[in-house]
């Protein structure tokens, strides 16, 4: 599979993470990785950033 389409799928599995987090339907970095087929670190790595870009704060877990 080509990069780009790897940062995608990677992309819209942080994305599907920060919405559960958001909505209070919080799921493990690894159920969502598992179900878009990227990994757990690629949630990890990316997370963060797209939840301060929409302007809100990580939780203090």
């Known amino acids: 599979m080509p990069d780009e389409a790897r940062s995608k799928r990677a992309t819209l599995a942080a994305s599907l993470y920060v919405g559960a987090l958001v909505a209070g339907e919080q799921q493990s970095q690894g159920t969502v990785?598992?179900?878009?087929?990227?990994?757990?670190?690629?949630?990890?790595?990316?997370?963060k950033e797209q939840l301060e870009a929409a302007g809100l704060e990580p939780p203090d877990w």
């Open 33 to 47: 990785a598992d179900a878009v087929g990227v990994s757990r670190l690629s949630v990890q790595q990316r997370w």
